[in-house]
């Protein structure tokens, strides 16, 4: 028997509401909050905030769909912010996501590769982020070499 969404409640994301006092103008905290917490907005999340703070689901969707931070589906473990604003293309940058992107694009849900414009990192450009952690003067090879060694990208140590 299929399950209706309308009779889903996603507790985290009425956690999350809850948190914010229910106000509709702290969507993206509280999105922000799911995203951290679960790692995706799944269709349960975005019915409950949609209940919880008085919006349409077309609204809280469409805040989702709109920033790049935001997963549908359960993620990476890893993800990877590739800069490609003007000043880290004049570093190289387009090359190093080139090299990136083909040398883990296909590691099987172990790195998601994002393109972000400017994480204000630009004198050290090609920049990046690895997770939470800023990467300077990045060097692709260097990068895959790391994630190789720590186990990232087969998911046996970190
Ligand atoms: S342009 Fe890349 S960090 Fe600013």
Not at 22 to 30: K, S, T
Not at 139 to 145: C, E, F, K, W
């Amino acid at each position: 028997m299929p399950i209706l969404i309308d009779t889903i409640d996603d507790a985290t994301a009425r956690a999350a509401c809850a948190r914010q006092a229910h106000r509709p103008d702290a969507l993206i905290e509280v999105l922000h909050d799911i995203q951290r917490t679960t790692g995706f907005v799944s269709d349960a999340a975005i019915a409950t905030i949609a209940d919880a703070l008085n919006l349409s689901r077309a609204e809280v969707l469409g805040v989702v769909s709109f920033y790049h931070d935001f997963d549908r589906q359960p993620g990476a473990r890893h993800t990877l912010k590739l800069c490609r604003a003007e000043a880290c293309q004049a570093a190289g940058g387009e090359a190093v996501a080139r090299r990136l992107e083909a040398a883990l694009g296909g590691t099987n849900n172990a790195i998601a590769i994002r393109s972000v414009y400017c994480l204000g990192n630009c004198a050290l450009g090609p920049a990046a982020l690895l997770d939470e952690r800023p990467i300077g003067r990045l060097d692709p090879d260097a990068l895959i070499a790391e994630l190789t060694a720590s186990g990232a990208l087969s998911g046996t140590a970190e």
